[in-house]
């Protein structure tokens, strides 16, 4: 992939699933590859698989959730690179809970990884981007942001929030040349989702997930959503909840 060709990129929840993913298909392209994750073991294993590739990998452990840990993996990374040219900010857990076992505690870990831990990595990605007047910033949100699904409310509502921080920044970063794209998946078949005990309509491959994201980023959308069955799907949804709210109704689905 030519557009990918001797950039510097970091990957954040790189060490599984759709970040995983996406390394094994950067690995094909001369660049350097910051791949981050809270499990080091795996980033290591991930670099010596890809030993025979083109890319230069380094590993980095870090809780995206830790102000501080991203501060000084971006400081660590800084002394290999001069700059970061591109950053797919993957890291997210997911968790469902009843209302009879309600605790804040989740809501405190989802949020922390899903938008703080976003928020914290553009911290220290803006100044240098913003001063050369380049860059791209991919944040992964979810098809999920567009509404609440039952006993997955955090969940839902910290993509919600990512996905709205994510289109205020474009606006003001369009300015300076720096590519703010929000990346939506419907269900991907990861470890995360492993644990689902319900039916997940149209799931799709890390591996294909990957291949709509990487090609998004190169054609520079702005919004990048998969599969286009759950895309329609959702678009559908949306609609006919407008309509009813139009009508004076009121939303007959939990």
Known sequence: ????????????????????????????????????????????????????????????????????????????????????????????????????????????????????GVIYWIERLLPGMMKRKSGVIAGVSSLADNRGYSQSGFYCASKAALTLYLEGLRGELAGYGINVATIKPGFVKTPMTDKNKFKMPFIISAEKSADYILNGLVKKKKIIQFPLPTVLGHVGNELFHACLLTAGGSNPIP
């Not at 094909?28 to 910051?34: P, V």
């Not at 001069?82 to 076992?101: F, P, R, Y």
């Open 1 to 116: 992939m030519t557009f990918f060709k001797d950039k510097n990129i970091v990957i954040t929840g790189a060490s599984t699933g759709i970040g995983k993913a996406l390394v094994e298909k950067l690995r094909t392209s001369k660049c350097n590859l910051f791949i981050v994750s809270r499990n080091i073991d795996l980033l290591n294993e991930l670099k010596n698989d890809s030993k025979k590739f083109p890319a230069n990998i380094f590993p980095f452990r870090c809780d995206v959730s830790k102000k501080e840990e991203v501060k000084e993996t971006f400081r660590k990374i800084s002394e290999v690179a001069e700059q970061i040219d591109v950053a797919i900010l993957n890291a997210g857990v997911g968790d469902s809970m009843t209302v009879e076992k309600y605790d804040s505690a989740l809501a405190e870990k989802i949020f922390g990884v899903n938008v703080l």
